[in-house]
């Protein structure tokens, strides 16, 4: 079992930044990779950026790509979302999530951290 708890998030304007983290304890060793996702209210989950654990290779959503970066602190087990010229549309509910291998699925997920950014 792996347990991820998210802080951070907040309110913010537009054009402001905001970071949130995501820390991992339990069977870390097991992480392949972490990465973002969010949740819009009345929108389905969708992919925000992730990180391979190993190399730190990194991807990303095209619409945050440019304007969110993701990094990992792997002796802290913990993964950031560093959000920079945020938009209204980026409100949302933002969860972190584990994979243990390339290609298996994310299987362990946190319990979520708001973002809100006013007009």
């Known amino acids: 079992q792996v347990q991820l708890v998210e802080s951070g998030g907040g309110l913010v304007q537009a054009g402001g930044s905001l970071s949130v983290s995501c820390a991992a304890s339990?069977?870390?060793?097991?992480?392949?990779?972490m990465g973002w996702f969010r949740q819009a209210p009345g929108k389905g989950r969708e992919f925000v950026a992730a990180i391979t654990w190993s190399d730190g290779s990194t991807s990303y959503a095209d619409s945050v790509k440019g304007r969110f970066t993701i990094s990992r602190d792997n002796a802290r087990n913990t993964v950031y979302l560093q959000m920079n010229s945020l938009k209204p549309e980026d409100t949302a509910v933002y969860y972190c999530?584990?994979?243990?291998?390339?290609?298996?699925?994310?299987?362990?997920w946190g319990q979520g951290t708001q973002v809100t950014v006013s007009s």
């Open positions: 339990g069977r870390t060793f097991s992480i392949y990779g």
């Open positions: 999530a584990v994979k243990r291998a390339r290609l298996y699925n994310y299987d362990y």
